[in-house]
């Protein structure tokens, strides 16, 4: 059976790196696994316990909705300030109150993209941890950040490192795996 993996940015700008990563992913996906970019989290809004008394936002239900839909979730993102960007938790959090709880035994993966030297590592182990509370299955390796990534792409978007490559094959491998095993 074809597996579908959704990929969620965490960064919102359009220049982003990670999400050039994001879009370089097909590329890279074994055979069988289609990869589809999930809806932005830029419109979801701040989260509000009030503002969700009233009812989830329409952008809420649309990624819960989303994420339930695909065999697997990737989360490609920025780290800021050493952890997980304030957007991208805010998403999480939206999605920890809509039910059923989407990331909820859902195989997940991760990668960072950063400009720095450490490509992002320090938020994927904080971004681990969060997804432990979502009782999310997320694999454990390879753990890929790209560092320096801003002088791993060439003109046209696509990511010219061949380390890199590798790393997010086998990431998307080892996530084919997870989900199949899951069933
Ligand atoms: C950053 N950046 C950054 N990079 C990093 O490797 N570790 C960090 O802790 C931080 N902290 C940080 C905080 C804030 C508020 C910003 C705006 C940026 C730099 C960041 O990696 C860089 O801007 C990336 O290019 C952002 O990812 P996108 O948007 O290119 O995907």
């Not at 989290?41 to 839909?69: N, S």
Request: negative net charge; aromatic residues 4%; charged residues 25%.
């Amino acid at each position: 059976k074809e597996l579908v993996f959704g990929v969620l940015v965490g960064s919102l700008r359009k220049a982003s790196l990670n999400r050039k990563v994001a879009e370089n992913m097909q590329e890279h996906a074994p055979d069988g696994v289609r990869i589809e970019m999930l809806p932005s989290i830029g419109d979801i809004p701040i989260y509000d316990e009030d503002l969700e008394a009233e009812g989830l936002p329409e952008p809420v239900e649309r990624l819960a909705a989303a994420i339930r839909a695909v065999d697997g979730l990737v989360i490609v993102t920025p780290e800021y300030n050493y952890s997980v960007p304030g957007p991208l938790k805010n998403a999480i959090d939206w999605m920890t109150q809509t039910k059923p709880q989407p990331l909820a035994g859902k195989p997940t993966a991760i990668a960072t993209a950063s400009p720095s030297p450490y490509g992002g590592i320090r938020c994927q182990h904080h971004l681990r941890q969060v997804l432990v509370a979502l009782n999310a299955e997320t694999v454990v390796r390879p753990e890929v950040h790209i560092a320096t990534a801003d002088e791993k792409f060439d003109d046209r978007g696509r990511l010219t490192d061949e380390r890199a490559r590798e790393f997010l094959g086998k990431l998307l491998a080892s996530l084919a795996d997870h989900a199949r095993r899951l069933g």
